[in-house]
């Protein structure tokens, strides 16, 4: 069992930054892919970027490129998500999510996982 916890989340200004952090924790486990979702009100929850665990490969949601980065820590088995020019379309509950194994040949979609958090609020507002 791995448990996730999410950090960083809170309001904004339109064009500034939030850094989002994810920890997983668990006995014995190893991670093979972590990645972000968001689901805004009224919403599905949407993919916005994964990063693969061994070789660091990544992958970001068209909506997000050039202004997200997802980056990763092994030793503190910990996934960020740096958002940037943040706009108030952007404003949802963001989820992290992890998997142990290559269950899937994609990491951009929900049941490319096993494990989730609890999510954080991200508003971007002035």
């Known amino acids: 069992q791995v448990h996730l916890v999410e950090s960083g989340g809170g309001l904004v200004q339109p064009g500034g930054s939030l850094r989002l952090s994810c920890a997983a924790s668990?006995?014995?486990?190893?991670?093979?892919?972590m990645g972000w979702f968001r689901q805004a009100p009224g919403t599905e929850r949407d993919f916005v970027a994964a990063?693969?665990?061994?070789?660091?490969?990544?992958v970001h949601a068209d909506s997000v490129k050039g202004r997200f980065t997802i980056s990763r820590d092994n030793a503190k088995n910990t996934v960020y998500l740096q958002m940037n020019s943040l706009k108030p379309e952007d404003t949802a509950v963001y989820y992290c999510?992890?998997?142990?194994?290559?269950?899937?040949?994609?990491?951009?979609?929900?049941?490319?996982?096993?494990?989730w958090g609890q999510g954080t609020q991200v508003t971007v507002s002035s």
């Open positions: 668990g006995r014995g486990f190893s991670l093979n892919a």
């Open positions: 990063i693969g665990w061994t070789y660091g490969s990544m």
């Open positions: 999510a992890a998997r142990l194994t290559r269950k899937t040949m994609t990491m951009t979609k929900r049941g490319d996982y096993d494990y």
